[in-house]
Each structure stands twice: as C-alpha cells, then as structure tokens.
C-alpha cells in the first residue's frame, strides 16, 4: 500500500485539526511502512495554556487524519510520537479505540495494535482527542504517524540488540536502567521477552542482572545506561538498518562519593498495593535494584506491605533492605510512618485532626519515624502548608494542629514545586520553632519510568557496606537526630568547625569565629549553579559557580567552598543547599511542577545538607529561635524599649517570632500590636522580620476569608 499525499488540508472546525489522505493501493495487504502525518500537532484540554514552552494558542482540542485502505487479514499497527501528555488521550480509529496515549511527560515514540478488520476500504479516520476536558488543562504535541503492515512485536523486532552493563571497579554484570532514545530525542518503545528481572516501558529497560536482549525497529538510537545518582553514563549510538543481532558491553562506575552515609527512598509505591501508577511490586523490586537505592521504605496507601518476599522472588536481596512502612493518607495530609512492626495493626486514617491521627499511628504501630508528605500540595481540598492552615514565617499550625512529625519532604521528585526553595524555607521555619525534624527527599514513584524511584532520596549517616543488610535500628537513629542529608541531582556535604549534620557545634569560650566548609557532590551529568548558606532560615552567603572545575577536583565533587562566620550571642542552625539546571534528557529527567503557579517550565537539580546547629549561647544544647523570643518577650513584658534594644542585638528570625508573641498577646492584653507600634529603634533587620510576620498574618486572614 502506498500513500498519496497530493490532498492535505486543515479544516475549518477550529476544535480539530483534520488531515485527509488518498490511498493508491496495491495488492491486498499493506506490505510497508507508511506516513499518515509527518508533523507534530499542539493539542490543547482545557481553556487555559498549561506551559510557556507552547504557544498561547494551541492548533486544536483533538486531531483527524482520513484515509482510505485495503481491509486487512491480520493485525496492523499504528506508530506515532507524543510529548508532554498528563491527561486522558484517546486513540481511536472508526470510532474504535485503539488505546491511551502513555501519561507520561517524555518525549516517546509509542505503538498500537490495530484489530483486524478494523480498517476500511474508504473514509478510514484516526483520531486523537482528550477523554475528557474537566481536569486541569494539559498542552500536548503528537503527530509523526505511521502504518505498519504488521503487528506490533513484527514492527519492533527488526533488531535484537544485547546490551550487559558491567561494574568498572569489579567487571561484574550490575542492576542498571537502560535508555534507548530514537534519533537522540524520543523514548523509543521496544519489545522485550517477559522475564522477572526486568521491568520495561518505552525507551526504558531496567535490568535487575545488568542483562537485556532488546528488540528495536530500524533507525537511529542513543543508548544510556546509568544505575541513579550516584553513578556514571555510558552512552552509544548505533544504526540499524537490516535485521540481525548487535552485541553491546556497557561499563559504569560510582563516582558520588557516598561511603558512610545510606541511600534511602522513603517514599515508595507500587499499583499491586496502591491501585494506582504501573509499577508491579516485582518491577519495583528491579527498579529499586537499578537506581542504587539501598534502604527502601515501602509506602503504599494505607496498607503495610513487606518487599522481602518479593524481593527473593525476583532475586535482588543483595542491592538494598526493604522497610515496611504506610503512608497514612488522612483527609488533611499524608503521613509516611516507618519502620512498622510485622504484625502491627493499620491506623486508622480516616480523621481530620492531627491529633487523632498520630495517636491513632502511635497506639497501632508505635513507628518512631513520621514524615509529613509533599505539604504544599492539595490532596481532598486540604493544603497543610498553604496560607489557611499555616503561617509560614514562624511555623505556626492556624488549626492548632501538633507538628508530631519528626520529617518532612523538602523535595518529592514525583511532585516538584514552581517554587523549589519553598519547602525547605518550611522546614527551616520549623526548626525555628523548636520542632526537630529532618529534611527529606524522596521519590513518591508509582511508576516504572514516569517519576522513578530514587530520583529524590535521602542519605542517612550509615555503615554502607552491605546494601542488603543496612541496620535500620542505626538508619533510625540517624533520621531523628538529623543525621540526613536530601538528594534530587546532587548533594551537598557540609561541616561546622568539623562536625556535620545532626550535631552540635559547641564553640570555646573566647572563640570569635567559627569555620563552614561545604562540598557540593554530584555524577557528571549534572551541574552546580548556586550554592547558599542559611543561618536560622536566613540566607546570608550565595555563590555563584561561572564554570566547570570537576576536573581540578577530585572525582564526584562539583565545588567547594569555605565560610568564616562570627561566633553570635544566640544559638542558630546552618544549612547548606546548592542548585543546578534540571535534566532535560529522558535517561533522568527531572520534572516540571505538579500543582504549578506558574507556565514556567524550567527544572532543577538540588542537594541539601542537614541542619547543624550552633551552641553560641554555651548551655550545651540547641536552643530555637522560638525560645529566644519567648524569654524576651517575658522578660521586657512591656517594657518595650528595652525589648527593643535587645531584639537589635538577636537576628530577623527572633524577630518575627517576637512579633508574633506580642501579636498574640496584645499590648495591654486588649489591644493587639500592629505594625504602627514598632518603635523607631528598632534595627532594619527587627523590623524587617517584624514586616515578614505581618505579611504572613495577613496572607493568611484573606486566605481563610476567601469561601
């Protein structure tokens, strides 16, 4: 069968984009590949423009192709390209569908089986049309199609293509992932024989023994093969064009230097537990094998599932400890607890106070970690951290909630922010308040490939040695004192006067300074950019990095670089967090917001070290903004002058925190303080935090008086 492309035209309809094709046909079935489309088309669901990568105006809703063809006697298949699909799509032909379009953000190039019979002598029409429009609005690309004449695995099997990913330091087989991208650009879906140790989807093979035979369509490809953050790519491209076997030996290496310190996800879910994403809970066994995580937190909802039997299953004991864990998902947020007890009961997850549910967490599985999950997200109408339940300059629960959570994502690779700061000023914030808790980064993965596990993680300070056998009594402990650094891309080490995350700097007597050294860490495939110092949630260094100078460092290690800060009259926390450009290619990409408040698109990669807190004060324990300011605030009672004076000598944070103390309390008891009673002695800094608490207040008013 060959195709005529003498008649193309858009139609009038300004909802869908018709294309219309006459076929001249030979013989009585179709032999050859043929074009249906050769373009890419912006569809749009929804009223509004999703990204600022698309143009304002989308060429249609849903997209026509018609044309004419010979019945054939035996399946067919359908190709086509898409990009950036969130939503429903549907591809039907004749009113049949085909099937949906893959949600899933990637560029991939994709295959449908066609029935037989399906396709008619004349007035032949494929369409392409969002399932429905009520959801939020979603800005596709989809076009390049073509008909095959044979069924799908006929298409994809012209090539076997052996790919063994090998370990450089020991020239042993490894668990990787392995990305085939045709022409260097989209994922491209291949045919695979089911085997247990692999997990596969579109331009993705996971390979749970460093092993894979791939079968592939004639074209040019990249092939990646990596095993997550803390290992090199190898990459090759190749050309096929006649069918037949290409071997191929790929090497990796680690180059993060991560000795001592647990790569963990915290945050894992699979569709056998969950009922929701794709990951089979075998897959999720090879995947976890192949992005190097090796504490892994098994989190599916409300449900307490133990991976070691499907992790024997399919063979992988030697790559990580499985946790059992639940995320306890609750009306007004969701709670991942771990490491529960075999025989513990479910909580109940049904309440919305807070109070019940860590009661009802505690009474049934007594798990000493609670994490509070992705909290400027909206799950059932509820936004913990949004300005109607939380003011964010000083921490403080508008519903009296308790912060009975000893962690707290900073980042959820599976649900980024347009703001990639803001949970980690939340998280500061807290700690500014007197609440110990860690940072956490973690992956949230439904999915094989989609947002994949371990792209967000945590490293918790750890005997590394034996993956398949980390002490999770020692993991534990080093959560809840803050032994914890966060990882999405990079990491970023860091010491006070020697000492790191999760421990007290406690400096001499007449010491007038102490020392920061930083170091931020990384594979090759990703960059640095910036790198700031916080004290006390404020940002008081910022560095810059103007090029490359991985080669004059040692292996892993992007930058370093060393603070000299003076010794303070009050204690402080320091935090560490450098930031680079997200991944754009498929083999890791890092993902645009999932509730953005932005068309933004740009992505980025992040490290983050723990809090390690500074005894300025000489008492041998970490004393929170929050403390400072309620002494002061009682001691001056209402001698506001001389609060003042010492509110000038205390930083920004103390600050607001004082003004949200005599806010609270009122003047005389009656009449509550406002902006207008902030003395003219007041330093910058005082009334700049005094400025940050009464933003938030009022962001917070007009939020809970919106209906």
Request: aromatic share 8%.
């Amino acid at each position: 069968m060959f195709w005529n492309h003498s008649v193309l035209h858009f139609a009038s309809r300004p909802s869908v984009v018709l294309v219309t094709l006459l076929a001249c046909c030979f013989g009585t079935a179709m032999a050859d590949s043929q074009s249906l489309d050769g373009g890419l088309h912006h569809l749009r669901s929804g009223d509004t423009r999703e990204w600022d990568t698309f143009p304002e105006t989308a060429e249609s809703r849903e997209w026509e192709v018609r044309f004419d063809a010979n019945p054939l006697t035996k399946e067919a298949t359908l190709e086509l390209r898409q990009q950036d699909v969130k939503q429903g799509w549907a591809v039907t032909l004749n009113g049949q569908r085909l099937g949906l379009l893959t949600r899933d953000e990637n560029d991939m190039t994709v295959y449908f089986p066609i029935p037989e019979g399906a396709l008619q002598e004349t007035a032949n029409v494929l369409a392409i049309a969002p399932v429905n429009d009520k959801g939020d609005s979603d800005d596709i690309r989809v076009g390049e199609i073509f008909l095959h004449g044979h069924d799908v695995i006929g298409t994809l099997a012209e090539w076997e293509l052996d790919v063994r990913v090998l370990d450089a330091e020991t020239n042993q087989p490894i668990p990787a992932r392995i990305t085939i991208l045709r022409d260097g650009e989209s994922l491209q879906q291949v045919h695979v024989e089911p085997s247990p140790q692999l997990a596969v989807r579109p331009g993705t093979v996971y390979t749970s023994t460093g092993v894979a035979s791939i079968h592939l369509p004639k074209g040019s490809f990249q092939i990646f093969a990596g095993r997550g953050f803390e290992y090199s790519l190898d990459k090759f491209s190749i050309t096929l064009r006649q069918g037949s076997k290409v071997r191929r030996t790929m090497t990796i290496c680690r180059e993060v230097p991560t000795d001592g310190w647990v790569a963990c996800d915290t945050h894992i879910h699979t569709r056998t537990h969950s009922g929701h994403g794709d990951a089979s809970v075998q897959e999720r066994m090879v995947t976890i094998a192949a992005e190097g995580i090796e504490l892994a937190i098994a989190t599916d909802h409300n449900v307490q599932i133990d991976h070691r039997p499907f992790q024997k299953e399919v063979g992988v004991e030697p790559y990580f400890t499985p946790v059992i864990g639940n995320e306890v998902t609750t009306p007004s947020g969701h709670f991942n607890i771990f490491p529960v007890p075999e025989d513990s009961d479910v909580p109940n997850h049904q309440s919305k106070d807070w109070t019940e549910t860590f009661e009802r967490i505690e009474s049934a599985t007594s798990a000493p970690i609670i994490i509070l999950n992705h909290a400027r997200d909206l799950h059932s109408g509820v936004r913990p951290f949004g300005p109607d339940h939380f003011n964010d300059v000083v921490a403080s629960s508008l519903d009296g909630w308790p912060a009975s959570f000893n962690g707290m994502e900073v980042i959820n690779s599976g649900a980024t922010q347009s703001d990639p700061l803001q949970l980690f000023h939340d998280w500061m914030a807290l700690l500014n308040r007197g609440v110990s808790v860690s940072a956490v980064g973690s992956s949230d993965s439904h999915d094989v490939a989609r947002h994949f596990v371990g792209q967000g993680r945590t490293y918790l300070r750890c005997d590394d040695s034996n993956p398949g056998n980390i002490d999770v009594a020692a993991a534990v402990d080093s959560f809840q004192r803050g032994a914890a650094m966060v990882s999405y891309g990079l990491l970023c080490d860091m010491t006070v006067d020697g000492k790191g995350p999760g421990e007290l700097v406690t400096p001499n007597d007449n010491q007038q300074e102490i020392t920061v050294k930083a170091r931020v860490l990384g594979p090759h495939w990703t960059s640095v950019e910036k790198v700031w110092l916080f004290q006390n949630g404020e940002r008081i260094r910022e560095e810059r990095i103007a090029s490359d100078r991985s080669g004059e460092l040692p292996a892993g290690v992007k930058a370093t670089f060393e603070w000299k800060l003076p010794v303070l009259e009050h204690d402080v926390h320091l935090v560490a967090i450098a930031m680079g450009p997200g991944i754009e290619q498929s083999y890791w990409r890092t993902a645009k917001p999932y509730q953005p408040t932005t068309i933004e698109t740009k992505t980025n990669v992040l490290g983050c070290s723990g809090a390690v807190w500074v005894d300025c004060d000489g008492d041998n324990e970490a004393n929170p903004v929050r403390q400072y300011a309620e002494f002061l605030v009682e001691v001056h009672k209402d001698n506001h002058a001389e609060l003042f004076a010492d509110l000038n000598r205390m930083d920004r944070a103390i600050a607001a925190h004082a003004a949200d103390l005599l806010f609270r309390s009122g003047r005389t008891g009656e009449t509550p303080w406002t902006q207008s009673d902030i003395p003219p002695v007041a330093a910058p800094h005082v009334k700049a935090g005094f400025q940050d608490y009464f933003e938030a207040w009022r962001k917070s008013l007009m939020s809970r008086q919106v209906p």
